[in-house]
């Protein structure tokens, strides 16, 4: 990997040799894509509107990278702290002493964590997405933000995700939902958990050992 400086004296010199071949044209042009792709990486990132996303689930499958970049979070100030939660068991009638052990998990990997907070078996519990092992499928997102507080949502990862020119998941995205925006603070939720922000993803990620 080369800078910008060192790119054009290289390029400057090889500009000046006579017998330069289209195939080291081709070869010297690479580094010129690296260092674009860097300085855009620097200044720029995806990103998720919540506005926008339906939790279609395209983000899961489309990003490049295996498994997704995108991952779900719980706000904790949104979040009602239910007895059942709708992003983590699918019978929202089930008995409270039930809910751990028989309650139909709606995450495919069982990445929704819930936490006794008062005591009691309904009192309030704190909710979180474990992302070692979501993969950004937004089932829970989708029926937290349909019966729910809309507490949950899809977040692109800014220490996962790699920067692509060109975001595959913001070209499948049905609802045009994913932006590049300035790798700056910003005063609303992409600025919070883009880049305040690793320490942050720590606390939202409650569950033990992460
Ligand atoms: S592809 Fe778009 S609508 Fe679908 S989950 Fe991703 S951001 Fe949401
Ligand atoms: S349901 Fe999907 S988006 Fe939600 S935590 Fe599980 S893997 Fe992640
Ligand atoms: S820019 Fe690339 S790595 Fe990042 S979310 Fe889009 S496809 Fe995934």
């Not at 010297?28 to 509107?49: G, H, T, V």
């Not at 926008?52 to 995108?70: D, H, N, Q, W, Y």
């Not at 068991?89 to 998990?105: A, F």
Request: charge should be negative.
């Amino acid at each position: 990997m080369i800078d910008r400086k060192e790119f054009m004296r290289r390029s400057g010199h090889a500009l000046g040799l006579a017998a330069l071949t289209a195939a080291t044209a081709r070869i010297l042009a690479k580094p010129s894509d690296d260092a674009e792709f860097i300085a855009q990486n620097r200044r720029f990132a995806w990103q998720i509107d919540p506005e926008r996303c339906t939790s279609c689930g395209l983000c899961e499958t489309t990003c490049i990278r295996k498994p997704s970049a995108v991952k779900a979070l719980n706000d904790p100030k949104k979040c009602s702290n239910c007895v059942v939660c709708y992003g983590h068991i699918t019978d929202s009638k089930i008995d409270s002493d039930k809910i751990d052990t028989e309650g139909e998990r709606v995450c495919p990997v069982d990445a929704v964590v819930r936490k006794n907070f008062s005591g009691g078996i309904d009192g309030l519990f704190l909710y979180s997405n474990n992302s070692k092992l979501c993969v950004g499928c937004g089932k829970c997102t989708k029926r937290c933000n349909e019966h729910g507080s809309k507490s949950m949502f899809l977040v692109i990862r800014p220490d996962l995700c790699l920067g692509c020119n060109e975001c595959t998941i913001a070209n499948a995205c049905p609802e045009n939902a994913i932006e590049r925006i300035p790798r700056e603070s910003v005063d609303d939720y992409r600025g919070d958990y883009l880049f305040d922000s690793l320490d942050r993803f720590d606390f939202y990620d409650m569950e033990e050992g992460a």
